[in-house]
């Protein structure tokens, strides 16, 4: 069997050192990790989190050339479906994004979230996305005809090898070996916290370099990305998404795929390294894959900064709601304390009862405030609806 077709040649995987540069990345997303999101209420922050599955998916999916809108993907999760087949598709698509992110979440909140890199974990990941999906997006056709992509399966007929841009990718026969050996070299566990922050990125880049199925490889690899973080401390309970850089870029949208590119390159030199790809190029991607994290870090920790979001949220229900000044009073304090029994909306306003379920009952319906029974306790709900407002550039504009 020639090298090409060997599990080395996804080598190297591991960095012999740290530039300055990257070291100082390394050090500022561990620390802006720890603190994003610190001084919100458990409760607003899981609220929070829910949106911020909706961006990952959004972005993801953006990614792969899936433009489902915001307003869109969150009106799928009530199983509110377009009529048109085409959009009711990519709803479907959101929607199955959002549960297997939302299962790791909980996993990971339970403390049941096991290695992220076993081949046991990402076939997981790649079944539930596509176990109830379209029949549009599990059947494959190119020149050699069509066949129907089995959720969960890695590669394993000559007709599922393709090449992917530039990148010809190891034959389906090898793909077991190739996985074998990702879970060997990728495993967390062993790593100290800086390494296994350039874990997730030298990852990122060999699980797609490997390319285990016929298709989806990219948002599993980035639903993989997210779950490796959650095991490595920097997941912030889910209120920040590496989706949203890799779609932007630092300076433009066609950074990721010409990073990716990149990290392709074969070694060029005696000095480049003793594997088979470039372990300088390598570097060069870590380097970026961190600065992109940290980008990421740093935007949503503006965001959801308790004082400013407070401000935002005042300036939305007065102006765009155009409520009164106890319906603030009742949502800064939901933000602050999370959850409140109905009966003390009106020892929160210091209104009478009458007018504290009037101002309740407009926030219900302008599902910025919610419960998950008739008569239980009530909690901020941060939606599409109110993003554009409370967390500018969440989104871009034209979704």
Not at 36 to 60: D, F, I
Not at 139 to 168: C, L, W
Not at 203 to 231: E, K, T
Not at 306 to 325: T, V
Request: proline share 5%; charged share 20%.
């Amino acid at each position: 069997m020639s090298l090409i077709e060997t599990p080395g040649r996804i080598e190297p995987v591991q960095l012999t050192s740290y530039s300055e540069q990257l070291a100082d990345r390394l050090s500022a997303i561990t620390a802006t990790a720890a603190t994003l999101g610190s001084r919100l209420h458990p409760q607003s922050a899981e609220s929070l989190a829910g949106l911020v599955r909706v961006m990952n998916c959004y972005y993801s999916n953006l990614i792969e050339g899936h433009n489902a809108r915001p307003r869109e993907i969150e009106s799928a999760l009530s199983n509110a479906l377009e009529s048109e087949s085409a959009r009711r598709n990519l709803q479907l698509e959101a929607r199955a994004h959002i549960l297997v992110q939302q299962a790791i979440d909980v996993q990971h909140a339970r403390g049941e979230l096991g290695e992220p890199a076993a081949q046991s974990f990402i076939r997981w990941v790649h079944e539930q996305f596509y176990a109830d999906m379209p029949e549009a997006f599990t059947t494959i056709e190119d020149t050699r005809g069509a066949y129907k992509m089995q959720p969960g399966a890695f590669r394993s007929d000559p007709r599922h090898d393709n090449i992917v841009g530039r990148h010809v990718p190891p034959s389906s026969a090898v793909v077991p070996a190739f996985m074998a050996y990702f879970e060997q070299r990728f495993r967390l566990e062993p790593l100290g916290p800086a390494a296994r922050i350039v874990a997730i990125a030298v990852a990122h880049h060999r699980l797609n370099y490997i390319h285990p199925f016929p298709d989806g490889n990219g948002r599993v690899s980035r639903l993989v990305a997210h779950a490796m973080a959650l095991y490595s401390g920097i997941g912030a309970h889910g209120l920040w998404s590496i989706s949203r850089g890799l779609a932007r870029g630092l300076r433009d949208r066609g950074e990721y795929k010409r990073m990716m590119d990149m990290a392709d390159t074969p070694r060029q030199s005696d000095l480049d390294g003793r594997g088979n790809l470039s372990l300088r190029a390598l570097e060069e991607f870590v380097t970026w894959f961190c600065e992109v994290a940290l980008d990421q870090l740093t935007f949503m920790s503006g965001l959801f900064d308790l004082d400013g979001l407070s401000e935002r949220l005042s300036a939305y229900i007065s102006r765009d709601l155009g409520l009164s000044a106890d319906a603030v009073k009742l949502c800064k304090a939901l933000l602050q304390r999370g959850a409140l029994p109905r009966g003390e909306a009106s020892l929160v306003t210091g209104s009478a009862e009458r007018t504290a379920r009037q101002v309740l009952s407009r926030l219900v319906d302008a599902k910025l405030v919610a419960s998950e029974t008739p008569k239980g306790p009530v909690s901020l709900r941060f939606t599409t609806s109110s993003a554009d407002v409370l967390f500018p550039r969440l989104f871009p504009a034209q979704a």
